[in-house]
């Protein structure tokens, strides 16, 4: 600093540089009792040990405690996910009962349409079966025909 202080200003008498010096020994001794007090006993250090190893180890048991509870999580998570499934199944399963009900319903509706066409073409073909073939006179005076054959 001196320097800077010479190259600065040249016009400076020897008085104010003897007390410029004085005042940078004043400063170096400042700066000597800070480093000083800068320096740490082995006793602090050890307390300063001591105060985050236990910070560490609560810090530890904090963890295992959040890695616990994450755990029960995903498992609650899990069974819940699994009820929810169960419950959508059900009610999948409901619905297919229903629209089971109702094909069945309707199966049976078809059924009976059905067995009336059935029913109505087994009567037809008897009743056309029972008719006469039109070559048949036997009753209206004539003589029965044999070589005929009926409808």
């Known amino acids: 600093m001196i320097a800077t202080w010479d190259d600065s200003d040249e016009s400076r008498s020897d008085e104010n540089s003897n007390e410029e010096v ?14 000083e007090s800068d320096e740490v006993t082995y006793d602090e250090l050890v307390l300063v040990v001591e105060k985050y190893s236990s910070i ?12 616990n509870e994450n755990d029960e ?19 999948e399963i409901a619905y297919l009962v229903k629209e089971n009900k109702i094909l069945q319903e309707e199966i049976e509706a078809l059924k009976k349409t059905f067995s009336k066409f ?19 006179k036997v009753g209206l005076g004539y003589e029965e025909m044999n070589n005929v054959k009926l409808y």
């Open 22 to 35: 004085a005042q940078i020994a004043l400063m170096a001794l400042e700066e000597q009792q800070e480093e």
């Open 56 to 67: 560490i180890a609560s810090l530890k048991k904090k963890v295992k405690s959040l890695a």
């Open 73 to 91: 999580l995903k498992l609650a998570k899990e069974e819940t996910s699994k009820e929810i499934e169960v419950d959508l199944l059900e009610n």
């Open 118 to 136: 059935s029913n109505s073409s087994e009567k037809l073909e008897n009743l056309l079966g029972m008719q006469r073939c039109v070559f048949d």
